[in-house]
């Protein structure tokens, strides 16, 4: 069975300052991918960063990068410059099947961010 | 990009009653999409694997007959809450995946709806 874990309930990052959030995950398959989602309040998934498992370099997006340690089965995100913009719920997901069309997806808990002036 | 349209974004219900929430992709043809339900401080959950033109593929412990299904067509599927209860009150959100784009980051989610069952 398939597993996403994210170990941070919560963390206060300073504006401009970098923050890394902990993603690992667990699948026997050998194909999958790997998302970050962002949420603020209102409740839209915002898409950040993908990461297909086949892919050997690290995912970036603006200041998103992905930390792909296949080997260690982690994913964890790095947002850079942080922003008063970037407090929200951040969600770790990995696709958990190749069948249904590859949509579907198993989420972390997720990481709920602050940033701080 | 892709964009999916969830409607409504609020509803407010009487306990015993229905509700209906639409899930729409706007400029691509989905014929499987995804229903999750996200309580309060908690993550999304998959209730559901829509799929066009057959019946739904309901995860575990998730009763079939108290949220019902439909996807009739290529770019809509909704779910429908019947004889809803204050505990139903969460917020629903449905997924869809542009197959024309290939794998990959593909896979465009909803707005949302909070439904509140009172």
């Known amino acids: 069975a398939q597993k996403i874990t994210q170990t941070q309930p919560g963390m206060f990052v300073q504006e401009k300052e970098a923050v890394t959030l902990d993603c690992t995950y667990d699948t026997s398959d050998q194909s999958y991918g790997l998302f970050w989602y962002k949420q603020p309040s209102s409740g839209e998934m915002i898409f950040l960063i993908y990461?297909?498992?086949?892919?050997?370099q690290n995912a970036t997006e603006g200041r998103y990068s992905l930390n792909f340690q296949k080997a260690r089965k982690s994913a964890n995100l790095v947002i850079s410059a942080s922003q008063l913009g970037d407090s929200a719920m951040y969600f770790c997901?990995?696709?958990?099947?190749?069948?249904?069309?590859?949509?579907?997806?198993?989420f972390g808990a997720g990481t709920q961010v602050v940033v701080t002036p | 990009g892709a964009v999916v349209s969830q409607h409504p974004s609020w509803v407010i219900c009487k306990s015993g009653t229905s509700v209906k929430i639409e899930c729409r992709s706007l400029?691509?043809?989905?014929?499987?999409m995804f229903w999750y339900r996200q309580f309060p401080k908690q993550s999304l959950m998959l209730m559901a694997t829509?799929?066009?033109?057959?019946?739904?593929?309901?995860e575990q412990g998730v009763e079939k007959d108290k949220f019902l299904i439909n996807h009739a067509s290529l770019t809509l599927s909704t779910l429908t809450v019947t004889s809803a209860h204050p505990e139903d009150s969460s917020f629903y959100i449905c997924?869809?995946?542009?197959?024309?784009?290939?794998?990959?980051?593909?896979?465009?989610f909803g707005e949302g709806s909070w439904l509140t069952v009172v």
């Open positions: 997924s869809a995946r542009d197959l024309a784009q290939g794998i990959g980051n593909t896979i465009y």
């Open positions: 997901a990995m696709r958990v099947s190749l069948t249904d069309s590859w949509g579907k997806l198993q």
């Open positions: 400029d691509f043809q989905a014929t499987t």
């Open positions: 829509s799929n066009e033109g057959s019946k739904a593929t309901y």
């Open positions: 990461q297909g498992s086949y892919d050997e």
